[in-house]
Nanobody, 122 residues
Framework: QVQLVESGGGLVQSGGSLRLSCAAS????????MGWYRQAPGKQRELVAA???????NYTDSVKGRFTISRDNAKNTVYLQMNSLKPEDTAVYYC????????????????WGQGTQVTVSS
């Protein structure tokens, strides 16, 4: 059974930094894109950053220059380094990955982590 486990959220002051981690575990054949989404109270879930298996990245405009996404393919782990945090970054952050489970041939499925709270105080 495949699962994504996130860690690294918490409370930080405006201007501070946090690093989120998300590790995929279970019977995995391969992983394509991995990414981070966030959902603030009363708002829709939005894509924050994504990274392909080859390392290409994209970011939503509001985090460009402040957040960096990276991955360690050997560890099936994706990271989100968040610097210069602002109160508007406060949200639950979710990890997402397109994973081909073992014994599923070449079929990929979207998996989600349980979410980790990031709170930035002003």
């Amino acid at each position: 059974q495949v699962q994504l486990v996130e860690s690294g959220g918490g409370l930080v002051q405006s201007g501070g930094s946090l690093r989120l981690s998300c590790a995929a575990s279970g019977s995995i054949n391969s992983i394509n894109a991995m990414g981070w989404y966030r959902q603030a109270p009363g708002k829709q879930r939005e894509l924050v950053a994504a990274i392909t298996s080859g390392g290409s990245t994209n970011y939503t405009d509001s985090v460009k220059g402040r957040f960096t996404i990276s991955r360690d393919n050997a560890k099936n782990t994706v990271y989100l380094q968040m610097n210069s945090l602002k109160p508007e970054d406060t949200a639950v952050y979710y990890c997402n990955a397109d994973i081909c489970p073992r014994y599923y041939g070449s079929r990929y499925f979207a998996y989600w982590g349980q979410g980790t709270q990031v709170t930035v105080s002003s």
